[in-house]
C-alpha cells in the first residue's frame, strides 16, 4: 500500500500526462497517424525489444564516445591555457563564444566538412561537449582553496608539481559539473546529428519511421529517448554530487 | 651564546605597505629590525592587525618589502622555500580538502618529489594527537585537530626554519598546553630557527629564547624581551614567581593605553 502511494508522488506528472494523452486521443477520435494511444505507442517498444535496444545502445555508444573525447580535449586545451598566458588570450574569449552557439547550427558545418558517416556524429557530441569542459575546467584551474597559493609557495613547489598536486586535482569537482552538462546534452546532440545526417541510432530510427509514417514507431523511439536521456542525466548528476561530497 | 654566529633570519629597516582596490595604501609594517640567530625560537606578541602575520609571511618569502631587505642565511627568503628547507604553518591552516590527513601531512615530500616516509608521517600524526584519523579529510575535522595537522606538515620535512603563525589558536588549554611541551621537545633535539607568532603571553615565555613585542598602525618593534628560563624547561616552570612576575610585565606592555591610566 504504501508502496504504491510512493510510486504515485513520485510519479504522479508522468501517469498524468499519459492520462491526458490517452483522453485526448480517445476524445477527439484521432487517427493513428496523427497521434497513436499510448499502448499501442508502448506495445511497439516492448515487442521489438533487440531493434530498439540496438539503436539505443548505437546512440548511447555514440554519445559516450563524443562525450569523452570532448571532455579529455576541452580540459587538455584548459591546461594548456594556463600553463601559457599567450594560449589563455586566445583560447578563452574563443571558448565563450563557441560555447554558447547551439549544436544545431554546427552540424550542417561538420558534416559538410567531415563526410557523412557516424565518425561524424561523434565529432559534432565532441564539439557540443568541447567548450562548456573548457570553460568550466578554465575556471576550476583558478578556483584554489583558500591558502593554497601561499602553501605551494613555501614548499618550493616548481610549476610541474603545482599543476600537479595542486590545480588538476581542485578542478576535478568543476570537471564533474562539465560531465553532468555535456552528458546529456551529448546524447540529445547524437540524436539530433543522427536524425539530420545519420544511418542508425535513435535519431535516424525516428526519421525513418515519420518518413513513412509509422507513428507508433515514432514516437516509441521518443520514448526510449526520453528514458534514456533521464537515466544519462540523473546519473551524471549524481557522480557530481557523490565527487563534491568527496571534495570539499 | 656566542656573538660570533651571524644572524640566520634578518629583517633590516623594513617597511610594507599595502596598495588597496580604492588606490590608498596601508601602512602594515614601519622601520623593522630583527634578527633570529641560527637554532633561536623567537616569539612574536601584539594586538590584532599589527602585522605579525606580515613579517612571517615576508620571511616565507610570500612578500616582498616595500623599502629595506629580508635575509636568510643572506640569500632572499624564496631560496630557502626552493631547497624546501621551509616548514610554515598558516593561521587559516591551508589543508587540501580533497586529501585526508596522512596525504596532507605527506604533501610535501611529493611537492619535493622525494619519496613519502610513512613512518615518519605516522609519527608526527601520534605527535599531533590525531592517531585514529589519519585517513579522515579535512572537513570532518575540528578547527584545532586541523590546526595541528597543518603543525605535523609544516614539520614533516625537518625543516631549517620554522615559521607558526597562531598555531594554537583554536585549541583548548590542556591541548595548547601538551602541544607546547611536545614542540618543545622536538625543539630541543636539534637546531630549528623558530618565529612563532602567538597571542598567547604564556606560550610565548614557555617556548621561545626571546620575544618581540610589536604595537600596531603602523606596525612597529615596541619592545625585545629576553626570556632568562633554562632549558630544557619543566612545566613546572609555569607556576614560578618568576613565570608570573614576566607574564604580568609582558601583558602590561601590550596594553599601554591602559598602562598610562
Ligand atoms: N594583502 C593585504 N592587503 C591589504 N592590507 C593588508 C594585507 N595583508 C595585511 N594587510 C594589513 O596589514 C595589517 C597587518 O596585518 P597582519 O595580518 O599582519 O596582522 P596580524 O598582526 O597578523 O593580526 P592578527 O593577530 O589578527 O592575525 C592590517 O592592517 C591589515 O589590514
Ligand atoms: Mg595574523
Known sequence: MTRLSQFLARNWAVLLLLALWQGWVSLAGLNSIVLPAPWPVLRDVLSHPALYLANAAQTLATAAAGVAIGLALGALVAVAAWASRLLAGMLTPLGLIFSSVPVVALIPILARLLGYDISTVVAIVAVSAFFPTFVFVGAGLKDLPRGADDLFGVLGASRAARLRHLVLPATVPNLMIALRITVPEGVLAAILAEFLMGRSGLGFMFREAASRFAMERALGTSLVVTVAAVLCFSLAHRAERVVRTRWS | ?261
Open chain 2, 1 to 261: 651564546m656566542t656573538q660570533a654566529t651571524p644572524d640566520a633570519i634578518r629583517l633590516d629597516s623594513v617597511s610594507k605597505s599595502f596598495r588597496l582596490d580604492d588606490g590608498n595604501s596601508v601602512t602594515a609594517l614601519e622601520g623593522i629590525d630583527l634578527g633570529l640567530r641560527e637554532g633561536e625560537f623567537v616569539a612574536v606578541l601584539g594586538p590584532s592587525g599589527c602585522g605579525k602575520s606580515t613579517v612571517l609571511r615576508l620571511i616565507a618569502g610570500l612578500e616582498s618589502a616595500s623599502t629595506g631587505e629580508v635575509r636568510i642565511e643572506g640569500r632572499a627568503p624564496s631560496q630557502l622555500a626552493a631547497a624546501h628547507r621551509l616548514g610554515v604553518a598558516f593561521q587559516d591552516h591551508a589543508l587540501l580538502p580533497w586529501l585526508s590527513v596522512a596525504q596532507n601531512i605527506a604533501l610535501p615530500y611529493r611537492v619535493a618529489g622525494t619519496k613519502v616516509d610513512n613512518a615518519r608521517v605516522d609519527a608526527l600524526i601520534e605527535l599531533v594527537g590525531l592517531t585514529g584519523f589519519r585517513d579522515a579529510r579535512p572537513s570532518q575535522l575540528s578547527g584545532g585537530m586541523r590546526q595541528r595537522a597543518s603543525i605535523a606538515r609544516a614539520l614533516v620535512l625537518d625543516p631549517d626554519v620554522l615559521l607558526l603563525d597562531e598555531p594554537f589558536g583554536a585549541l583548548d588549554a590542556v591541548t595548547r598546553r601538551h602541544m607546547n611541551v611536545e614542540l618543545q621537545r622536538i625543539w630541543s633535539t636539534r637546531t630549528l630557527t623558530t618565529l612563532l607568532v602567538t597571542h598567547s603571553v604564556d606560550e610565548a615565555i614557555f617556548l621561545a629564547d626571546r620575544i618581540i613585542v610589536m604595537t600596531g598602525r603602523p606596525g612597529r618593534i615596541l619592545r625585545e624581551v629576553t626570556v632568562p628560563f633554562p632549558r630544557p624547561r619543566d612545566p613546572s616552570v609555569l607556576r614560578t614567581p618568576e613565570f608570573h612576575a614576566m607574564v604580568d610585565e609582558l601583558t602590561l606592555a601590550l596594553e599601554p593605553e591602559e598602562a598610562a591610566l
